[in-house]
């Protein structure tokens, strides 16, 4: 190991590596907070000739390596065990070119999601992809999950978003595809090899990324609703009213509503009185007369009972005060340990499936805590459970009450957060044998050696 730690030296130079001793400094992310990072080393490449020459390496030394982006992970994909390396885009993380005619912006994976964001407002368009670990998300990390996010029902998921990319296989050879076209036909799109793939087909170095016209409007409002079969109805009232406009409709129970609201400093937009609350968002190209006909629809919807009450956000400040409440998924941390999940399933089977899955975990844990939330018009639902107990055995049977069920429902075991490590056992409840039959083909085929992050998925 000695000798392939000095070769890496050679590719990417001193500050290109961090060694086992050093590890003890940095966080192992999101999922574990009280933990550090666990490698052989962590090699930091500045371009992608660098890591195909590391691959190239592994390869042949038949070395695991792991690829990490902001470790904001949901499902352990990032986890490197102490024999492995860890392969980070940090240093990558060049805007290389926006390019107005096409609209379009080609960056390096190891870009934040929020700086693209930010980028992209400031050269006047818009990037629709958002979600709460913004700050610290890699593009590269959003790619390998294909992450879905806060406006999926009108954008589309991180796939929708992607023109052209830059990957380098597991021996090293890189497969430049950077193309800025919309329409393209030409043979097998392999692009779409690599989104969702979670790191084990190659290593995404660079992105072309489609931009939108930045929105001159966004309409928010929290709206209350007493029964789950009224969320349907108004989804697609409000979709029809706002011609399309609608990015947004986020469904919380009253039970993560109530945690939230009792965070310090939290907003207040209605009363906990109410069963579900949407905190819903138009965007548009008028901002006063997309105002006016925002208050219309909701007037329109409460006077059709779809709603019982509604608060409509009057200045950014509002608006970014409501979307907070939404992202505060920290708050679950004030329960203790918790068991997260992100499922999905059709809007119509979530009643009764919820009311399912609860059972056994009632039974066992009279006093459980659960919070429910979710991207409802896309039919993604976030599930977490807290039962006063943390261990192998008591994430078992949680995990079995919450997946299982899915599988008679034509529900998936992750809507957007990948597989990993943690839904490796439950991959089939989502998935025939052919599929993953021919997943492992492709693994086979295009990572012979299996040192790309090894062990997960399947």
């Known amino acids: 190991m000695a000798d392939l730690i000095e070769q890496l030296r050679g590719i990417v130079g001193d500050k290109g590596l961090v060694l086992n001793e050093d590890l003890a400094g940095r966080g192992a992310g ?8 666990v490698a052989k080393v962590l090699v930091r490449p500045g371009s992608t000739e660098e890591v195909s020459q590391i691959l190239k390496l592994c390869n042949g ?12 992970g949901l499902v352990d994909g990032n986890i490197a065990a102490p024999d ?25 994976a190891g870009a934040t999601l929020q700086s693209v964001q930010e980028a ?18 890699t593009l590269g990390g959003n790619i390998s999950t294909n992450a879905g996010g806060n406006r999926v029902l009108r954008y589309g998921m991180a796939r929708d978003m992607v023109l052209g990319l830059e990957a380098v296989q597991a021996d090293g050879t890189v497969l430049s595809s950077l193309n800025k076209i919309i329409k393209d036909n030409a043979g097998y799109n392999l692009k779409h090899m690599f989104i969702g793939s979670e790191g084990t087909l190659g290593v995404v170095t660079r992105l072309v990324l489609r931009l939108r016209p930045k929105p001159a409007s966004q309409q928010t409002a929290y709206l209350a609703l007493d029964e789950f079969d009224k969320l349907p109805q108004l989804l697609n009232f409000c979709n029809s009213r706002s ?12 039970d993560y509503f109530e945690l939230v609201l009792s965070t310090p400093g939290a907003a207040q937009p209605l009363p906990a009185d109410y069963p579900f609350y949407v905190l819903m968002e138009v965007m548009g190209g008028d901002p006063e007369a997309d105002a006016d006909r925002f208050q219309d629809m909701l007037a329109d919807a409460l006077e059709k009972g779809l709603l019982v009450d509604a608060v409509i956000a009057k200045s950014e400040g ?15 941390r004030r329960w203790g340990p918790t068991v997260g999940f992100d499922v999905g399933l059709p809007i119509a089977a979530m009643p009764d499936y919820l009311e399912e899955i609860d059972q056994p975990i009632l039974a066992r844990w009279p006093e459980r805590r659960r919070a429910v939330f979710g991207h409802l018009g896309d039919g993604n639902l976030h599930i977490a459970y807290a039962v006063g107990e943390n261990g192998a055995d008591t994430k078992k049977i949680i995990d079995d009450a919450v997946y299982l069920p899915l599988a008679s429902r034509g529900g998936s075991v992750s809507a957007e957060h990948g597989i990993g490590l943690s839904k490796r056992d439950y991959l089939e409840v989502s998935r025939s044998a052919a599929e993953i039959g021919l997943m492992r083909q492709l693994k086979t085929m295009m990572d012979p050696n299996n040192i790309l992050n090894p062990g997960k998925i399947f």
């Open 243 to 254: 011609g399309g406009c609608l990015s947004a409709f986020e469904v919380m129970w009253r």
């Open 84 to 108: 492995e390396v860890i392969l980070s885009l940090e240093r990558m993380r060049e805007f290389e070119e926006i390019d107005h005619a096409s609209a379009t912006m080609t960056i390096q």
């Open 30 to 37: 999101y999922r574990h907070p009280d933990k550090t990072l």
């Open 318 to 332: 509002e608006r970014q005060a409501m979307w907070a409440l939404r992202d505060d998924v920290e708050s679950l």
């Open 120 to 137: 992209a407002d400031d050269a006047g368009f818009f990037f629709p992809l958002d979600l709460g670990g913004r700050g610290s998300a």
């Open 61 to 72: 030394a038949g070395q695991p390596v792991v690829s990490q982006g902001g470790l904001t």
